[in-house]
């Protein structure tokens, strides 16, 4: 068995794309998975499954069909977001603001001309942004007002899809996952 985590992108955000955790938490039992649980109401839910094959498609394609509409799925098995987590090149946001410090976790590695936009995107602000393959931190504390740090537009500079989570959420979703 192995745990895995689905961050769902662009649900239960200003009254658009509603879905009730407890309906995806139901369509994922009936799918066969084991230990379903889920997180807070922005798309958060744990679950085991005896292999990750196929669940790239399936998961989205099962979603679709019971609510009604897509929505990007970004899924991790629970030692790739321990990675992130000890990867986070930031310790001193986390322990400071960890709500300002976002998590993107990318459909791939953005290539080098989108490591630029990225940069460019930040600037000499405030801000601070590291790359890691397909993880990307942005500790924004302190620039909360420079509106240019915008989770979507940080995904268009980076040229590939994906979603993020504060460290606060991120911390609660890995406990999820050792659970």
Known sequence: MTTHVCLLRGVNVGGN?????????QLYE???????RTLLQSGNIVFDAQSGEGLAERLPAA?????????????????ALEAAIAGN??????????????????SGAPDKAAAERLA???????????????????????????KAIDPVKV????????????????GKLAALARA
């Open 89 to 106: 090149p930031f310790p001193d946001a986390a322990e400071a603001t960890p709500n300002h410090l976002l998590v993107f976790f990318l």
């Open 63 to 79: 979603f679709a069909a019971r609510f009604g509409f897509t929505a990007d799925h970004v899924l991790r098995d629970a030692t």
């Open 17 to 25: 794309k509603i879905v009730k955790m407890a309906l995806w938490k």
């Open 30 to 36: 009936e799918m066969g998975f084991t230990r379903v």
């Open 120 to 146: 460019a995107l930040i600037g000499d602000g405030p801000a601070r942004l590291h790359l890691s393959g397909d993880v990307l931190y942005l500790d924004f504390a302190g620039a909360i007002l420079q």
């Open 155 to 170: 995904l268009k500079a980076a040229g590939v899809t994906g979603t993020s989570r504060n460290w606060t959420t991120l």
